[in-house]
């Protein structure tokens, strides 16, 4: 279960979050957790998080190690100050940061090669499911990125489907809709990585997930964890979707 603060919260914000969450979930212990915070407050996250269940990532890194790349936050930056996972494509910098299936794949290499869990976002825009195109554009996004990934670094990945017409919106795909992408997710990796991983792969859904509709997306076989914008900025709301 893992939380996209998007730009979110200052850094006494994220220290009060904490306090009031890691008792929330202490008993948790079904799934991993993780909070992606916003790079300047990544510090005040792993230092309130530190001893605790939930792991703290980045929303985004550069594929470089260093160098004159003004504005950037690579990977061996990341793993230093104890960052764990880092999401790679979400939907918000394809639409207005230029990420592209190919500069997914290049972050998702370098976030593996600098030990971080790369959550990495695949999923389609409300005119391509409009128009039936859901299963060719998800075929496109595995097929121009995650899939040059070796096998050995594609079973250290994790997915998370989200439709972008869901994010931010309260338009949550039903169950079913979901399970449907998940299930043609899971059959590219059969065809690419073999039936194995695709059984051992964790796909999370993303979109207006909830405490109210957690549940029902849970209870897909297909399912196996959410990433959650909006509902993982309160303590209670969050702390209720892990617990769901
Ligand atoms: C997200 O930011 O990845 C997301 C799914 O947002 P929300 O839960 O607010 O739709």
């Known amino acids: 279960m893992a939380g996209n603060w998007k730009m979110y919260k200052t850094a006494g914000e994220t220290t009060a979050f904490f306090e009031k ?30 001893g605790s269940r939930t792991g703290i990532g980045a929303q985004n890194l550069y594929w ?26 979400h939907s918000e910098r394809r639409q207005y940061f230029g990420e592209t299936d190919a500069t997914v794949l290049k972050r998702t290499q370098a976030a593996l090669e600098h030990g971080l869990k790369p959550i990495v976002c695949v999923g389609e825009r409300l005119e391509e499911r409009e128009s039936g195109n859901t299963e060719p554009v998800l075929r496109e996004q595995f097929d121009g990125g995650i899939a040059h ?35 043609f997710l899971r059959g590219l990796i059969a065809a690419k990585y073999g039936a194995g991983q695709a059984a051992a792969s964790r796909i999370l859904y993303g979109g207006s997930v909830k405490p109210d509709n957690v549940k029902g997306l849970m ?24 617990n769901f």
């Open 21 to 50: 969450f890691i008792p929330m979930v202490s008993a948790s212990t079904h799934c991993d957790i993780a909070i992606c915070a916003p790079f300047v407050n990544l510090p005040a996250a792993i230092s309130a998080a530190k």
């Open 64 to 89: 470089g190690k260093e160098g004159a790349f003004t504005g950037e936050v690579s990977g061996p930056m990341l793993k230093a100050i104890g960052c764990e996972w880092v999401i790679v494509g």
């Open 149 to 183: 990934l070796t096998p050995e670094q594609f079973a250290q990945i994790v997915i998370a489907y989200e439709p972008v017409w869901a994010i931010g919106t309260g338009k949550v795909a039903t169950p079913e809709m979901a399970c449907d992408a998940h299930r």
């Open 219 to 242: 209870a897909q076989v297909e399912i196996d964890g959410a990433l959650v914008g909006g509902a993982s900025l309160e303590p209670a709301s969050f702390a209720s979707i892990v």
